[in-house]
């Protein structure tokens, strides 16, 4: 199992390569800014081979090279039908005076586009990504998780290990902003309620900025999650916790 990633752009967000290993078919997960000419270096260094992009939500500093990238492999980006507009006209989740910094660029779709749908996985590379719908950075951001197998420790059998890229959702110690158009803060808390939590704490989280983490670590530290607890149990969700001001 090969999964790799690199901060990219002005905004440092993370874009990764995932495969089998090498010599195989792989996927890219958010490739932003300037995140090309990096993707293409690993792909050549590991003989990877594209299928598809993935795209954990619509905005700008995820999606500016999905484009670029489709259309010189000829494979189609994966992306939630409520953030798909976001692909032509990046100004939509970002606003006119943040869509400044885009100066002249022209931004289109790419040639194919598949829409994420709730809850059925999709199966890329030999790989089966789950999705879980998670709005309130957006209305369209999804969990993508995967389990990768690796070796055990000292002859001990090999251990599977749930992966979860998170988008701008979740990060190590902080959580995504609502502050543009189609944030939500509350729906963003219940979505890491219901979608996050329940996950088993070995999670490693792998966020659209900053490092890994793991669910154990956030539910344990993250001080915008005090008190939220996953559905099912006797306490409340705050709403006067700290807001998010992570990523675009």
């Known amino acids: 199992m090969l999964i790799t990633g690199f901060p990219a752009g002005m ?34 260094e590991h003989d990877l081979t594209p299928v598809a992009v993935l795209l954990t939500h619509g905005h700008l500093d995820h999606t500016w090279n999905a484009t670029r990238l489709c259309d010189e492999y000829s494979i189609p980006a ?3 039908a409520a953030d798909r507009p976001m692909l032509a006209d990046p100004t939509v989740g970002i606003g006119r005076a943040l869509g400044a910094m885009i100066g002249d660029e022209k931004f289109r779709e790419p040639e194919k586009v598949v829409e994420f749908s709730d809850g059925e996985p999709v199966e890329l ?17 999804v969990l993508l998780g995967i389990e990768v197998t ?6 001990q059998a090999p251990q599977t290990v749930p992966v979860c890229f998170s988008g701008d959702v979740l990060f190590a110690g902080s959580i995504g902003r609502t502050d543009l158009p189609g944030g939500n803060h509350q729906q963003l808390l219940d979505s890491i309620a219901s979608k996050l939590l329940p996950l088993p704490d070995e999670t490693v989280v792998l966020p659209g900025h900053g490092p890994q ?19 099912g149990t006797d306490t409340t969700i705050a709403t006067d916790r700290p807001k998010g001001r992570h990523g675009l």
């Open 125 to 141: 590379a030999g790989l089966r990504f789950s999705v879980d719908l998670a709005p309130g950075h957006t209305q369209g951001s």
């Open 78 to 80: 994966y992306i939630h």
């Open 11 to 44: 905004f440092q967000t993370n874009c990764y390569v995932v495969a089998g290993g090498p010599g195989s078919d792989a996927v890219v997960i958010d490739p932003g800014q300037d995140a090309a000419p990096t993707v293409r270096e690993l792909l050549a």
């Open 213 to 231: 983490t793991t669910i154990a670590q956030e539910r344990a530290t993250n001080p915008f999650l005090v008190d939220l607890r996953a559905p």
């Open 150 to 155: 690796v070796p055990g420790e000292a002859g």
